[in-house]
């Protein structure tokens, strides 16, 4: 008898396992629609038979409504925190249909806190589980309507009154899409924000207009994508064309969008395109765009475009902001560029995950005021952060490497969203488990479009190890089996954690320096691929080097001095990083601590950053004359062949017109003596050593380069 009641409950069980994927399956793909005189009538037809089983049966299928829904709780909570919405929301969910979507946004931005909540669906069947829902959770707020989107009316006027709409894949399901985009634009308050998750298939043709360039990365589909699933979803009245779409971009402005491929069932083989995008009204941007900061009218070489600034102390005044998608961005740091361009897509990752210079020497020389207007390269952002410590009006940060500059933003956009120790977790320790968290949920808000891209494919950067990704990051890994095959786990940690400098010097001496300088480190080191895939050496600035010495005597010109100098595990947070993967609290750069991460978290600290995706030269053509004050680019000319240099030429000519007289511009190399440092003086620079390296001696707290330049405007 037990056995039959068990067979009976495990044949229960089992049932209610395969029931909803059943029923989807045969209400989708099975049961035939037939002829039906409205819209309403053939939805109710479709949904009617799965209504108690839709939620249950769409996870997999609906991707990216949760992701959705947490960014425009983020921006909500943003535009609370900052004064732009006053009062409590309203919020329109247009096609809402069960109900799902506003019980996820309460996890994110809870109903009690929106004025009033409209569910608009036009599907009686799946308005009856959305009351249900509601009634049983006693929301009072939230009102079901069973109307058309287009034409739904309430008990009083919304136009010009909504804070948020969202349409979770509904909007491919309108038939008549162009009244309902209309119809959010007249309902949205000028502060408002739109939310759409959906599925789509792309366009034949990339488009060329980079004012939509945000929304049309990673976008195109290929022909079979194209046809295949605008034909599969049609059998359900599901209009997958790109019109639909492209019109919500028309008349919106577009503040983030991701495009992503579905692996539905079969992972890789079924792969179904689907967008999350959130609009704004055109009329309203999030940034105040002043003289000093518009977009020139003419695009740089490379086809981004760059800041002309005035360098006049008159009083700004505010002008017309463009219609690129970086005019609705929250934060005004980073300036609009083509990310199609072969000049930018050469990178698929950054390259430097860590900056090497040392930013102390920088600060002794540069003496930054209020009033300086710096131009740097932004690397991996540390020493830009190390300068804004100071103060200073402006910082110009260049990097033609999109993904450098994508890091360099999310530090910044951490820094002005996060509390210290999720700070610390990211960049500190460089693992966080629950960035991708932050990433939506805070993060997201203060950054530009391409860069929350970049960081929502890449999310799993802070999953481990952070400081091991990054072309620099091979190095690491390199440099940890090493410590594995040779048994120096223990000497190195003990390295970067001697007490003395006595005892940190005896452990390089005795255990690590015999073993870094082995004949097949060696023949590593002397690899031109090694080099620059690890370590970020060009050929030319290999080739400066071994014009002086040999690749192993300027590796031990460089280390030996280290050990005696001063203690990795309180200063020297350079080395430290490259051993343990991380740095210490005591040893690390002055924006990772406390003290430092509070002033730069104060009001307008970070205003001063503009990011520039695009070369070094096309930046400085677009600066007026006399207008900065300290250039800072690091060792990039030793990248230049000595023998064909004109770009170079041309960027020292710049340097000096852009340049107020008086001002300096500083560098490193890989020679004691680079050889570009006569087309400074021929320029109008006077040229001096800050520092020379010779053996046994160490120039700074890095010790990598050869020299130290300083070039001062005559």
Request: aromatic share 14%; charged share 20%; glycine share 6%.
């Amino acid at each position: 008898m037990l056995s039959v009641v068990g067979t009976l409950i495990s044949m229960i069980v089992a049932w209610q396992n395969i029931r909803t994927p059943l029923m989807f399956m045969y209400s989708c793909f099975f049961k035939p629609l037939g002829k039906h005189q409205n819209q309403q009538s053939r939805l109710e037809s479709f949904y009617h038979d799965q209504a108690t089983i839709y939620d249950h049966s769409r996870g997999p299928l609906l991707r990216g409504r949760k992701t959705m829904l947490k960014l425009c709780a983020a921006q909500l909570k943003d535009q609370i925190a900052n004064g732009t919405t006053q009062g409590k929301p309203i919020w329109i969910d247009l096609g809402g249909g069960t109900g799902w979507n506003i019980e996820q946004m309460h996890q994110s931005f809870p109903v009690d806190q929106f004025e009033h909540i409209f569910l608009v669906d036009l599907t009686p069947s799946l308005c009856q589980v959305a009351q249900r829902r509601f009634d049983l959770r006693g929301w009072k707020n939230v009102t079901v309507l069973c109307q058309d989107a287009s034409t739904f009316q309430t008990h009083f006027p919304l136009e010009g009154r909504v804070q948020l709409v969202t349409m979770s894949y509904s909007l491919s399901m309108m038939d008549m899409y162009y009244p309902v985009v209309d119809r959010v634009q007249s309902l949205l308050s000028p502060e408002g924000i739109v939310g759409v998750c959906d599925f789509y298939v792309s366009g034949r043709t990339v488009p060329k207009n980079n004012h939509h360039g945000v929304a049309h990365y990673n976008r195109q589909c290929n022909w079979f994508t194209r046809y295949f699933w605008q034909m599969w979803f049609d059998l359900d009245h599901i209009q997958l064309g790109p019109g639909r779409r492209d019109y919500l971009e028309y008349k919106f402005g577009t503040i983030k969008s991701l495009n992503r491929r579905n692996h539905f069932i079969v992972p890789y083989l079924i792969q179904i395109p689907y967008y999350i995008w959130l609009g704004c009204p055109k009329s309203a941007t999030t940034t105040t765009l002043y003289e000093d900061d518009t977009c020139s009218s003419t695009s740089s070489k490379s086809g981004s475009t760059s800041p002309i600034l005035s360098s006049s102390s008159s009083p700004l005044v505010p002008i017309s902001p463009s219609l690129s998608p970086m005019a609705y961005q929250q934060k005004q740091w980073r300036l609009d560029y083509d990310p199609e361009l072969a000049c930018h897509t050469q990178f698929r990752s950054y390259i430097y995950a860590f900056t090497w210079e040392d930013p102390r020497v920088d600060l002794e020389f540069l003496h930054l005021s209020k009033d300086d207007v710096l131009f740097v390269i932004s690397s991996a952002g540390d020493n830009a952060l190390e300068y804004a410590l100071q103060q200073p009006k402006r910082i110009h940060c260049v990097d033609m490497n999109p993904c450098q500059n994508h890091l360099l933003e999310l530090k910044l956009a951490s820094i002005s969203s996060l509390p210290y120790e999720d700070f610390w977790r990211m960049f500190g320790e460089g693992r966080h488990p629950l960035f991708q968290t932050l990433l939506h949920d805070l993060i997201s808000p203060h950054l530009s479009g391409y860069a929350f891209q970049y960081w929502s494919q890449h999310s799993d950067r802070f999953s481990h190890k952070f400081y091991k990704t990054g072309y620099s990051g091979l190095a690491l890994s390199i440099f940890e089996w090493w410590v594995r095959m040779n048994g120096l786990s223990k000497p190195v940690h003990d390295l970067c954690h001697a007490a003395t400098i006595e005892e940190q010097q005896a452990i390089w001496l005795q255990h690590i320096r015999p073993a870094m300088f082995s004949p097949m480190i060696r023949k590593i080191l002397n690899n031109p691929m090694f080099m620059w895939n690890a370590l970020g050496v060009p050929m030319n600035q290999m080739n400066m080097f071994l014009e002086e010495c040999t690749t192993q005597e300027y590796i031990e010109n460089t280390l030996d001095p280290i050990s005696s100098r001063s203690l990795l595990r309180t200063d020297q947070y350079f080395y430290y990083l490259c051993m343990m993967q991380r740095y210490h609290p005591d040893s690390c750069p002055s924006y990772l601590t406390r003290q430092g991460f509070d002033k730069l978290k104060q009001p307008g600290a970070l205003d001063c950053f503009r990011l520039h995706t695009d070369s070094i030269l096309n930046v400085l053509q677009t600066f007026p004359d006399a207008y900065l004050t300290r250039l800072v680019v690091m060792d990039h000319m030793d990248w230049f062949d000595p023998m064909s240099h004109d770009e170079l030429v041309q960027e020292i000519k710049h340097m000096a017109r852009a340049l107020q007289p008086g001002g300096q511009v500083y560098w490193r190399s890989a020679g004691t003596k680079p050889w570009y440092n006569r087309l400074f003086e021929q320029n109008g620079f006077h040229v001096e050593a800050l520092g020379v390296r010779k053996p046994g001696e160490s120039i700074d707290r890095v010790n990598m380069y050869a020299s130290f330049y300083r070039g001062t405007l005559v």
